[in-house]
């Protein structure tokens, strides 16, 4: 499971990862759609997931950013990904992302 201890560790530091040497892109996108206590995963297809905040509360969402933003910069040719932003907080914040693999 991907578990972030707290906001200023990025979702892609995984147990014996360091910043030095991140993950594949393809290890980091398996890892995050295991779920983590930052987000939820709803599966849409064989080549599609989308992640979400645990809940609606603000907390959450705002804690969600990190995944959210790493999820983002770890787009490549393999994998598309597609950020949703809301505005109920008053400020544009992540709500979901769409991951999916690019098509061959």
Not at 61 to 85: L, S, W
Request: with cysteine; hydrophobic share 40%; charged share 20%.
């Amino acid at each position: 499971m991907l578990v972030v201890t707290d906001m200023l560790n990025c979702a892609c530091c995984l147990p014996g990862v360091n910043m030095v040497n991140e993950p594949p892109p393809m290890d980091f996108f398996y890892e995050l759609k295991k779920g983590s206590p930052l987000h939820n995963v709803r599966n849409n297809s064989a080549d599609s997931f989308s992640i979400m905040p645990i809940d609606e509360g603000s907390d959450a969402v705002h804690r969600f950013q990190r995944v959210a933003h790493d999820a983002i910069a770890f787009a490549n040719d393999e994998y598309t990904v597609i950020p949703h932003k809301r505005s109920r907080f008053g400020v544009k914040l992540y709500d979901m992302v769409v991951i999916q693999r690019a098509s061959a």
